[in-house]
């Protein structure tokens, strides 16, 4: 019989959070829920046996940092995963984003800063801070990140989450290097998703209308998200499935090298395939231009 893992994982009120929950308890692993309200918000997930935390990941790294050090000491051995998973969509062109909360605009969230900066991009890094020491002290433990195929390629009304995205997965590309140096033992892995039927797509929030330019774009928006919910072509049970294997090395994962990144979904597949062969495609056709503005040596030396 294989030991039971310890895992810790954000943002489980629902989707690939939830899901994770469920599938690591039904398996035997241990596991620390967290999320932000969890004594109403992760109610539904209290029979499973997993420990219900509460966890803001937009509080101030020294809070992170002391909630590490509890959950730490709950299971011998501490933690063995952890999972970053929390993570937030705000709608809305660039424009119309803003980066301060500006009380003129009839915004509830100051958008920009605390979706992008605290929740989808700094949360993950303070979590990330905060258990290091600790799997360095055995060189081992095992960080996985659950991205995005928006970290992959762009799309309208979708900036700063794209952007959150883009930030994550060039954080963790660093890391994942840094790591292989100092503390070879500890593995970072990187999961991007397509689209699957979480309740992802039910729980956007829009910016504030503020420029009529964008009154028709921003229905249009709407109308589009709206009618994905129900049909997505992901199954998030599935996924989980693969994220779990891919930390374990089981199943689809058995004897195979574990890149760093790995998407996940058919769409999600097809667009990260694209944007490289796009940009294949461009390194290609501008390798002249490239190359040409090279520092050329010149020999001044006299004959």
């Known amino acids: 019989m294989m ?35 969890a004594d109403t918000k992760l109610a539904h997930l209290k029979d499973t046996g997993a420990v219900i935390l509460d966890l803001d990941v937009t509080a101030p790294a020294a809070e992170i940092q002391t909630k590490i050090g509890e959950t730490w000491e709950i299971y011998p051995g501490g933690i063995d995963i952890v999972v970053n998973n929390a993570g937030f969509i705000v709608s809305g062109a660039i424009e119309e984003l803003t980066l301060i909360h500006d009380p003129r605009i009839n915004t509830p969230l100051t958008y920009l800063r605390n979706m992008f900066l605290q929740l989808n991009f700094h949360g993950p890094l303070n979590i990330t801070r905060a258990i290091l020491p600790r799997f360095r002290a055995k060189n081992k433990g095992t960080l996985l990140y659950v991205g995005s195929q928006a970290a992959w390629h762009a799309d309208p009304s979708a900036g700063s989450y794209c952007a959150a995205k883009f930030a994550l ?18 593995k970072v892995l990187m999961v991007d998703p397509g689209y699957f039927r979480t309740k992802v797509f039910s729980n956007i929030s829009h910016v504030e209308p503020r420029n009529p330019d ?13 009618s994905l919910v129900g049909k997505e072509p992901g199954d998030a049970d599935k996924a989980v499935t693969r994220m779990v294997e891919l930390v374990k090395g089981t199943g689809m994962a058995a004897g195979k090298q574990i890149p760093l990144r790995v998407p996940l979904g058919s769409d999600g597949w097809e667009r990260v395939k694209t944007k490289c062969e796009e940009t294949i495609k461009i390194c290609e056709d501008w390798e002249e231009v490239a190359k040409s503005t090279d520092y050329t040596v010149v020999d001044t030396a006299v004959s």
């Not at 964008?214 to 709206?226: D, H, L, S, T």
Request: hydrophobic letters at 45%; charged letters at 15%.
């Open 214 to 226: 964008y009154a028709q774009f921003n229905a249009g928006v709407r109308q589009f998200e709206a």
């Open 169 to 186: 997965s060039g954080a963790v590309e660093c890391l994942a290097k840094e790591l292989a140096i100092f503390s070879p033992g500890i």
């Open 3 to 37: 030991t039971a893992l310890t895992w810790f994982i954000t943002g489980c009120s629902s989707g690939f959070g939830e899901i994770l929950v469920r599938q690591l308890r039904a398996a035997g692993d241990n596991v620390i829920a967290t999320g932000r309200n």
